[in-house]
């Protein structure tokens, strides 16, 4: 089946400080390509719609200058989150849709603290 | 805009039990797809079932089936023979046809106990 690797799974870094997230489609080629957030027990919320080859397409209230998206290739999208703080600290999954599979293969996500 | 209501924040079954998680939901579009998710611990997501709006035949996936209810706007999932392995975060979510966003319900914690 479809698989969506994510990476790394946690980091930790400093305030202030800059953070990359990958999301690899390992065994199809994605378009389209989803971020989410996912606060402590709560539940999944869109941040962006990453389209390969053009500017992702951001949910209201997501401050596309903290969250850079890239999505340079059909199995590759980065999201990085710029000059990171505390209340950035969250659980950040990435998501893509293979034709076969329509709901989505999601990744296993990343626990992002900053300290 | 469209929006997905889980009623029950946590529910909990006896193993080899039966549990049913309620999910509603708001649209005014004809075309669309219900999904059900499960996140276990490892907060890896996982499609459960899946259902197509013009279908009227209820999705079913081994022990999990679900009551699709297109008039009253209801997606419930039933989990039969219930397993230790079922506990996990289950997300119903919406999506429009046509559309490639997700919208998901806020949850229903579900804990089998053996």
Known sequence: GAVVSQHPSWVICKSGTSVKIECRSLDFQATTMFWYRQFPKQSLMLMATSNEGSKATYEQGVEKDKFLINHASLTLSTLTVTSAHPEDSSFYICSAIDSDNYGYTFGSGTRLTVV | ???????????????????????????????????????????????????????????????????????????????????????????????????EKLVFGKGTKLTVNP
């Open chain 2, 1 to 99: 805009a469209q929006t997905v209501t889980q009623s029950q924040p946590e529910m909990s079954v006896q193993e080899a039990e039966t549990v049913t998680l309620s999910c509603t939901y708001d649209t005014s579009e004809n075309n669309y797809y219900l999904f059900w998710y499960k996140q276990p611990p490892s907060r890896q997501m996982i499609l459960v079932i899946r259902q197509e709006a013009y279908k009227q035949q209820n999705a079913t996936e081994n022990r999990f089936s679900v009551n699709f209810q297109k008039a009253a706007k209801s997606f419930s999932l039933k989990i039969s023979d219930s397993q230790l392995g079922d506990t996990a975060m289950y997300f119903c979510a919406f999506m429009k046809g046509g559309s």
